[in-house]
């Protein structure tokens, strides 16, 4: 059987640069090497795009460490697969393989542009993407929708809402956060005033557009989803941090940041309940492919979606494939599935007309 030529995208212009190389790692070690011809291609931190022959990430032990090779080539995206002026080559591909977390990889740039290129790849659609990523945008259509979200407020500059206000509103503690970022980079947890105004520089580092929360009360519960017409959920897991909430430390840094329960112990009504709301998020935000919707099970049963995340982890200690892994779907297995979800939307868009005559 002819082997699947799969370019595998990692890195790129993101403050989540280093957890992609680690994820793209992953993925690349996990693909089965007897049906897939991988191509890996880095994207440097200000966005050049590399492909490589030999050994593409370096020192993938931790976020500290992990660092893109620099013996790449070189190459542009061309319609189809990717052109190598140094080898003067084109090399055609399958499909592609966005491990890119955060922006530029997971706001529905880089699928606009494998959209253009006529290239089928893993994952959410341009739309699902860019309003997954913009949580203001992602939390209004789940509203919408009639799916229970936490209070939020969103600011665009810092003297826009003061402390008494946003107090008023959510009460204390409460959470700041970026609008556009991934892996609680740039959250802070707001106690008082001073930590207020901190909490809301800290946030605008990183986008122009920021979300100041309610604290929920309740357990805190991921669950991974896969599909296009028709997803499926995995079993939930329980995060429970040992740092005061799941931030970058935790998550990335510090190997004791948090204790997993793998599936969550919840009644099956409870575990039915997280299904189906997280599958109804995903629909709702028009997620394709996959996605890790995460939230929280508060004591009276509701599952309160804060955000769903479009192309999640996929670090050895990432929940989303740990989820199927327990869930009876290996990872090796999974990965399998996500690129024939791949191919299958490909195939499907493909037979939309682009063109019209009388």
Do not use: C
Request: net charge negative; glycine share 8%.
């Amino acid at each position: 059987m002819e082997k699947i030529r799969i370019g595998v995208l990692f890195g790129g212009r993101s403050a989540e640069h280093e957890i992609s190389l680690i994820s793209g790692y992953n993925v690349m070690k996990a693909l089965d090497h007897t049906k897939y011809d991988i191509f890996p291609i880095g994207i440097s931190k200000t966005g050049e795009f590399y492909h490589f022959a030999n050994d593409a990430i370096l020192n993938i032990e931790s976020p500290t460490t992990v660092t893109l090779a620099t013996g790449g080539e070189e190459i542009f995206f061309s319609v189809g697969g990717f052109y190598n002026p140094k080898a003067q080559a084109k090399t055609t591909l399958d499909v592609v393989f966005p491990v890119l977390h955060g922006t530029y990889g997971e706001d529905g740039t880089i699928q606009g542009m494998l959209e253009i290129m006529d290239l089928p790849y893993v994952g959410t659609g341009v739309l699902g993407s860019a309003v997954g990523m913009d949580k203001d945008i992602m939390k209004k259509i789940l509203r919408d929708a009639g799916i229970t979200i936490g209070k939020f407020l969103t600011v665009t500059s810092a003297s826009e809402i003061t402390f008494e206000k946003a107090t008023e509103a959510l009460g204390l503690p409460l959470f700041v956060k970026p609008a556009n970022a991934g892996s609680s980079v740039g959250i802070s947890k707001v106690h008082d005033e001073s930590e207020y105004m901190t909490a809301l520089e800290e946030a605008f580092k990183f986008d122009n557009k920021v979300l100041v929360e309610e604290t929920i009360v309740g357990q805190e519960i991921e669950v991974s989803v896969m599909g296009n017409e028709k997803p499926e959920a995995s079993l939930p897991g329980k995060v429970t941090p040992t740092h005061e909430f799941y931030d970058y430390d935790a998550k990335y840094l510090d190997e004791n940041g948090a204790t997993f329960e793998i599936p969550a112990k919840l009644s099956d009504q409870e575990i039915a309940n997280v299904q189906e709301v997280a599958i109804k998020a995903y629909k709702a935000l028009s997620a394709e492919g996959m996605s890790r919707v995460d939230g929280f099970l508060t004591p009276e049963g509701k599952f309160m979606i804060i955000e769903i995340n479009t192309i999640p982890g996929f670090t050895k200690i990432s929940m989303y494939p740990k989820l199927w892994e327990v869930s009876g779907l290996p990872y090796s297995q999974l990965l399998d599935k996500l690129v024939k979800l791949a191919i299958d939307r490909a195939e499907k868009r493909n037979e939309i007309l682009t063109n019209y005559s009388l």
